[in-house]
């Protein structure tokens, strides 16, 4: 019943590894969004997306790219896995021009060997 | 360059105690100020948002937040803790354009 779901919820990659995140919603939101969560950050956005065929970089793009096949899938990739993307990482969806109220998934744990 | 800041990074408190976190933003112009709560190992939840009219809003499971222009506050009280009220608060700023900007969030940790 979950709205957004995402998958893994934990993963072990290694170093130079191609790495990808993925995100589901139902909500039938057309704005999704993917952030890391580190210890004295808070939230950082990576991409965001406005819907199906669109992506747009965030505030922390280098290192990742993402992909919007559908309006409900959103993916994050990471081509070459380095230590310093172990984090962890959240989708989220928002109706247009919502993006001051946003609907989260439960995360995933990314640690880069 | 627009900011949330929450100046506390953890908060401790006796469950039945009141709690207020706080939450200060720099933007200019209208804004929308939202506040979140993240449970140990989930995704943020919403717990309420303001953009005009009465200052102060009322969220779920007896939170409230009070804007304030002068002060360039947002913050968040509950009149009396639950022990369920242990987790990382956020606060989060929207002013059009990309996507919420986040505070750093402040842990609340409610003893019993």
């Known amino acids: 019943e979950a709205a957004v779901t995402q998958s893994p919820r934990n993963k072990v990659a290694v170093t130079g590894g191609k790495v990808t995140l993925s995100c589901n919603q139902t909500?039938?939101?057309?704005?999704m969004y993917w952030y890391r969560q580190d210890t004295g950050h808070g939230l950082r956005l990576i991409h965001y997306?406005?819907?199906?065929?669109?992506?747009e970089k965030g505030d922390i793009p280098d290192g990742y790219k993402a992909s919007r096949p559908s309006q409900e899938n959103f993916s994050l990739i990471l081509e070459l896995a380095t230590p310093s993307q172990t984090s962890v990482y959240f989708c989220a969806s928002g109706p247009t021009g919502g993006a001051r109220e946003q609907y989260f998934g439960p995360g995933t744990r990314l640690t880069v060997l | 360059t627009q900011t949330v800041s929450q100046s506390d990074a953890h908060v401790t408190v006796f469950e039945g105690d009141s709690v207020e976190l706080r939450c200060n933003y720099s933007y200019g112009g209208s804004i929308y100020l939202s506040w979140y709560i993240q449970h140990h190992g989930r995704g943020l939840q919403f717990l309420l948002k303001?953009?005009?009219?009465?200052?102060v809003v009322q969220g779920v499971n007896g939170f409230e937040a009070e804007f304030s222009k002068s002060d360039s506050s947002f913050h968040l009280r509950k009149a009396s803790v639950h022990w369920s009220d242990s987790a990382v608060y956020f606060c989060?700023?929207?002013?059009?354009?990309?996507?919420?900007?986040f505070g750093t969030g402040t842990t609340v940790s409610v003893s019993p």
């Open positions: 303001y953009y005009s009219g009465n200052p």
């Open positions: 989060a700023g929207y002013q059009g354009g990309r996507a919420l900007i």
């Open positions: 997306s406005y819907g199906a065929g669109s992506t």
């Open positions: 909500n039938n939101h057309n704005n």
